[in-house]
């Protein structure tokens, strides 16, 4: 079957080349003045800073109004570093990467203190720091003139890059440009790498990301140091070019405009953040000659474009992104039914059962208890899990099975009691360390990363599979080369685990497009790509159709049978439970009432009182 490619795998594509080929060798030719060609090497500085902040808040999602002071640390330490101000005279060369490093850390810190904050809360910290950056700017010139105060710090050293000089406009651009593009391609690298993936996965649900095996507060701080790098970094490069520094660059207005031009390309959308830049820093240059309006008509622009476009200009370039949509006809021509319909025949023949249930446990749970205020949602719980087995856990609404879940996959932490996987105490890991420990599970109410598309969700949960880090991913060495194209390969075959229902032209669509029933199917897939030993299912079939549940059932049996998974199942439907479980609990008010065989648990009377009532007569 022929597979279409997302887009974004095609590489650099001709576009982009052509773009900084023009930007490099053509354009500073045939700039009409200088004023030109100060506006064409401003560009390429935004160009950089945008995709900086790219990095931060589009992959990311995080609110990082500090952003600009990064941009200001590296600018003064560029002054410090290659000026007479302290006279220290260091190459450019050395200098350049001590900005971007200098920033670096500061972002580092910074993040350090505040990244456990929340979306407003962050925004709040990260924007007191750049005030406070500012006024130090304002104020550090006495009693010790450090930063020159408002009138800042001018004059630098000559930029002298191995004997080639750097003293015209023209050299200037050319400089900045390369720089771009180095900026250009470490994004790109970044974006589709296992870090960028894991950077998506903390954007489109946080815990979600925890509980697949990110160490998400990590991961933001990685990300928050990356954008500071790139910010103290470009900041290197303008102070240069502006040959001074002064605190006014440095303000809440710079960081305005930069947020403008990365949400007006589409938060994420490497392409379309740059042209965001491109645009934004040419459009008041067009608009100069209409004076005091200028402001004003540029305000007009973004309201109306964010208006029309909340998702960014570009972030559907026709002809870059290959739309995938059902195909009507199969490989043989064909007509084929509709998708949901189309039965799934590759479980229908049961083959041989491999794995059956064991005597060993492999996960216990010793008098857990978990108090939400007054109401005991566990109340002093035990019971173990064999290895192979799968165990059904049944109850009422409010009994308490979720928030087991919880406790087990590390999101909650229990009062009292332990959980024990194969010797191991996990009562204490963290959602990802228990998802790197083998336990993988999905939720009650979806929680997939749904801007994103099938074959990107499944591929998230190799992050904890798998080492490529920023160099390697980067340089995409050996290392980064066979680890992409195992996740890729792997990826597709748990796809393929369900038939044709999630494979073909499905990877490349939004997992927000899918049925109801095939986005609790890639959830399955996202937990199984973990590579668990124990899998925790939270009502599996919930909003399923009786013939979509029948499909799951087999699933379930065959994830067992066939794969050796574990299994601990939430299910309300009893058919599904009778169908698939070696044992049943019956949980009730935080307590197991029951424990058995199917048949066992229905027959008694407890459980008939507590939860199943006249059906579960009926149903036997
Ligand atoms: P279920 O067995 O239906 O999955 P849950 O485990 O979701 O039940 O909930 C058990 C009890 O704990 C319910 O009464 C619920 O309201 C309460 N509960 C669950 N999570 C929380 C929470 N985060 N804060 C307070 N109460 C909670
Ligand atoms: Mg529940």
Redesign the pocket.
């Known amino acids: 079957m022929k597979r279409s490619k997302p887009w974004i795998k095609i590489g650099p594509d001709a576009a982009t080349i052509i773009f900084f080929v023009l930007a490099l060798l053509i354009i500073p030719g045939i700039l009409p003045n200088n004023y030109w060609q100060s506006i064409f090497s401003i560009t390429g500085i935004y160009v950089m800073l945008a995709l900086g902040l790219n990095i931060v808040a589009g992959f990311t999602g995080l609110l990082d109004l500090a952003y600009i002071a990064f941009f200001g640390i590296g600018g003064y330490t560029f002054a410090f570093l290659c000026s007479s101000h302290f006279g220290i005279h260091l190459p450019f060369l050395i200098a350049l990467p001590i900005c971007a490093l200098t920033a670096m850390v500061s972002g580092f810190l910074l993040g350090l203190t505040s990244i456990r904050l929340r979306g407003d809360y962050l925004a709040i910290v990260t924007l007191a720091f750049a005030q406070i950056f500012k006024l130090l700017l304002l104020n550090l010139d006495t009693p010790v003139n450090i930063t020159g105060g408002v009138n800042g710090i001018y004059a630098f050293d000559m930029i002298n890059i191995f004997s080639i000089k750097i003293v015209t406009p023209e050299n200037y651009s050319t400089l900045i440009w390369t720089c771009a593009l180095l900026v250009f391609i470490v994004s790109f690298r970044l974006k589709d790498s296992r870090i960028g993936r894991g950077w998506n996965a903390i954007r489109e649900d946080e815990l979600a990301a925890n509980t697949i095996g990110i160490n998400t507060t990590r991961m933001k701080l990685y990300s928050f140091a990356s954008g500071a790098l790139i910010a103290g970094f470009s900041g290197a490069v303008f102070a240069s070019f502006q040959d001074s520094v002064f605190p006014n660059s440095f303000g809440f207005q710079q960081l305005v405009i930069v947020y403008c031009m990365v949400i007006i390309g589409g938060l994420g959308n490497i392409y379309g953040v740059i042209a965001g830049a491109v645009i934004l820093s040419i459009l008041p240059e067009i608009l100069r000659e209409y004076g005091g309006l200028r402001m004003m008509i540029y305000g007009a622009v973004l309201v109306s474009v964010m208006a029309i476009r909340p998702q960014g200009l570009f972030s559907v370039i026709p002809g870059f992104t290959k739309l995938t949509r059902r195909p009507d006809k199969d490989e043989t021509g064909e007509l084929r039914a509709s998708t949901d319909l189309y039965y799934f025949q590759k479980n229908d023949k049961i083959d041989s059962i491999k794995f059956k249930k064991q005597a060993t446990s492999l996960l216990k749970i010793q008098n857990l208890t978990l108090n939400?205020g007054g109401?005991k949602?566990i109340d002093d719980l035990d019971f173990s899990l064999h290895k192979n087995e799968i165990l059904s856990i049944i109850?009422p609404?409010?009994?308490?099975?979720?928030?087991?879940f919880n406790i087990i996959s590390g999101i909650y932490k229990s009062d009292q009691g332990k959980v024990i996987y194969k010797d191991l105490d996990i009562s204490s890991y963290k959602p990802h360390m228990v998802a790197k420990s083998g336990i993988a599970r999905t939720f009650?109410n979806l929680r997939l990363f749904n801007e994103l598309s099938v074959i990107d969700n499944i591929k998230i949960s190799r992050f904890c599979r798998t080492k490529s880090f920023f160099f390697s991913a980067i340089l995409n060495l050996k290392l980064n080369k066979r680890e992409e194209k195992e996740t890729d390969e792997k990826a597709k075959t748990i796809l393929s685990m369900f038939g044709e229902r999630l494979t073909g032209y499905r990877y490349n669509q939004k997992v927000s497009q899918l049925s109801y029933a095939n986005r609790r199917r890639v959830e399955i897939a996202r937990a199984m790509a973990t590579d668990p030993e124990i899998l925790l299912l939270d009502e599996p079939s919930a909003g399923m159709n009786p013939q979509e549940t029948e499909e799951i059932t087999k699933f379930i049996k065959q994830l067992r049978d066939q794969y050796g998974v574990t299994i601990l199942v939430?299910e309300h439907k009893l058919n599904l439970v009778k169908a698939v479980s070696d044992r049943v609990i019956v949980?009730d008010y935080g307590k197991k009432i029951c424990e058995g065989s199917y048949d066992d648990v229905s027959k008694n009377p407890l459980v008939i009182e507590a939860y199943l009532g006249k059906k579960a007569k009926s149903e036997k």
Not at 399 to 404: E, H, I, Q, V
């Open positions: 939400f109401l949602a109850g609404n409010g009994a308490g099975k979720s928030t087991l009650q939430i949980m």
